[in-house]
């Protein structure tokens, strides 16, 4: 096994990572920028290098200080974790050739998975059902109108390196696309030095249904079910479950069976999700891969039994994945507990953590990073911890989760914790009964916030 490895994140995903090493008996080394001195992760592992000042680009995302903190540390491996580099082919490449083991996607997988043009292609060759659209990219907005029409409004244009919504836009009718168009490709180019896009048909009343999958470099791949990750803002997921209350036995089996398809295919190697979005009628259709761990991964733990970080370090290592798909035993809730004010346009809320209790008790758990009186950086993501709770049944998922909530309590910054309060009561919610859209016509309650 690993005797040393790198992790090349910060904040809650950075202590998860180190638990899962630390009880396989492997080193760990935590890389922080000026910004994150005082964190947690930082406590805990054996060693800590510090990669560059608080501007993502100029220490997460600069791979020279990352692979130079490897080699003077005697790492062997690199866990980049979500976001960053985690689904960066150069870095990954790189790393190749310093013989240091990404633990992660091979270079060729992300290159084929990761920009969405292209990966709808391939799952279109692999069998996997695909949404209709633009084949690849498009060049022009007189191309994209041509293919509008083809296709029929709505459409949904997407920047081919997006993530988080950026360079996204549903378009209704023709007079709306050009508008649109040039303000999808500049933001695409903004936040991604790339314009490039392509368009598809808007399906309406979506779920956005994700499989987990794992595959080992000797051409195995299994699933590990489903995460419904529908309870999304702006294209950012605030709540998922498993099992979806919307997908019968059936339609979960044809589902994992594509996901599968789609991995050996390509010759996936490591963890990673196929993304779906699923009609009211039921149709399924690929949307994209993410060639990474997730954020959501735990409440797929909780159903399962799995360690999934200690199955991606084992995968990593040259183990082989397990012999048969696994489906849940049980149900599993997560809540992502952002510093945002959520009655003031979720405006982010950084500052100093004055009094925090945790919430605690049989099914319930808590991935975070933060302790009373840290201080949240407001140079990252405002994501501070998750809430993980599981039961026998949805209901009772649903119960646990609103009594954690009631314990959780975070003074000195607002948090995102009166939303999900209300979420957990919504009539919609607890029947199953939403899609993508739910938040769109989600009216918050001031009953539901607490005093700070």
Not at 78 to 88: A, D, T, V
Not at 187 to 212: C, N, S, T, V, W
Not at 392 to 418: H, N
Request: proline share 5%.
């Amino acid at each position: 096994m690993f005797k040393k490895i790198l992790i090349a994140n910060r904040g809650e995903i950075a202590m998860r990572i180190l638990r899962s090493a630390k009880e396989m008996g492997i080193e760990t080394v935590a890389v922080y920028s000026t910004a994150d001195a005082n964190s947690l992760h930082l406590r805990f592992a054996d060693e800590a290098v510090c990669i560059g000042p608080h501007s993502s680009k100029d220490s997460y995302l600069k791979q020279i200080n990352i692979l130079t903190a490897a080699e003077i540390t005697n790492s062997d491996a690199i866990h980049p974790g979500y976001g960053f580099l985690s689904e960066n082919a150069n870095f990954s490449r790189s790393c190749q050739k310093m013989g240091i083991k990404f633990i992660g996607a091979t270079p060729e997988n992300i290159e084929k998975m990761g920009d969405k043009a292209t990966a709808k292609e391939t799952m279109k060759k692999a069998g996997v059902p695909t949404v209709p659209g633009s084949d690849g990219l498009i060049p022009s907005y007189e191309e994209a109108a041509k293919i509008a029409e083809e296709i029929g409004y709505p459409v949904m244009i997407k920047a081919t390196a997006g993530g988080g919504g950026k360079g996204m836009r549903a378009i209704w009718k023709k007079e709306e696309l050009e508008k649109n168009w040039e303000a999808a490709v500049q933001e695409a180019q903004a936040a991604f030095g790339d314009g490039g896009m392509y368009m598809e048909k808007l399906i309406e009343e979506p779920r956005h249904i994700e499989i987990q999958i794992a595959g080992d470099r000797f051409g195995n791949a299994i699933h590990l079910s489903e995460r419904d990750c529908s309870i999304q803002r702006r294209h950012q997921k605030l709540a998922e479950e498993t099992p979806s209350p919307f997908l019968s036995d059936e339609l979960r089996k044809k589902m994992g069976d594509a996901a599968v398809k789609a991995a050996k295919y390509i010759g996936y190697e490591g963890l990673g999700t196929i993304e779906f979005l699923v009609d009211k009628h039921q149709n399924f259709y690929f949307m994209e891969m993410n060639t990474r761990i997730q954020v959501e991964h735990p409440i797929t733990e909780q159903v399962t039994g799995l360690d999934l970080l200690k199955l991606q370090i084992e995968i990593a290592y040259g183990k082989k994945v397990p012999s048969t798909n696994f489906y849940p035993k049980n149900h599993s809730i997560e809540c992502r507990i952002n510093a945002e004010d959520v009655y003031n346009q979720f405006l982010p809320s950084p500052g100093k953590i004055t009094n925090l209790n945790i919430p605690g008790g049989i099914g319930v758990r808590v991935d975070t990073n933060v302790y009373p009186h840290y201080s949240i950086p407001p140079f990252y993501d405002s994501m501070i911890a998750k809430l993980i709770v599981d039961a026998p049944t949805r209901k009772e998922a649903i119960d646990k989760m609103k009594r954690a909530l009631d314990e959780f309590y975070i003074e000195g910054v607002k948090t995102t914790i009166p939303l999900h309060r209300q979420l957990m009561e919504d009539p919609n919610f607890i029947e199953g009964n939403y899609t993508t859209k739910f938040m769109e016509d989600f009216v918050l309650d001031k009953k539901y916030e607490y005093d700070l």
